[in-house]
């Protein structure tokens, strides 16, 4: 029997302009210990500078109440 697969989302990156948020790429964590990226845009429109990099996490973040 052949182990599936699977990859989990661990980090996610963000390009900010003006109010807009713009999800850019999802980078993946897979089970036999590769990493990948998942680009949502052409990686050639932006630059690096320009991208904040945040956690990714499946539970909103908390609020102060």
């Given at each position: 029997?052949?182990?599936?697969?699977?990859g989990l989302?661990?980090?996610?990156?963000?390009?900010?302009?003006?109010?807009?948020?713009?999800?850019?790429?999802?980078?993946y964590r897979?089970?036999?210990?590769?990493?990948?990226?998942?680009w949502l845009?052409?990686?050639?429109?932006?630059?690096?500078?320009?991208?904040?990099?945040?956690?990714?996490?499946?539970?909103?973040?908390?609020?102060?109440?």
């Amino acid at each position: 029997m052949v182990k599936r697969k699977t990859g989990l989302p661990f980090q996610e990156g963000y390009l900010f302009k003006g109010t807009s948020e713009i999800h850019i790429f999802t980078d993946y964590r897979w089970n036999h210990g590769k990493v990948t990226r998942r680009w949502l845009v052409d990686p050639e429109t932006i630059t690096a500078e320009d991208i904040v990099t945040h956690p990714f996490s499946v539970s909103p973040p908390p609020t102060d109440d």
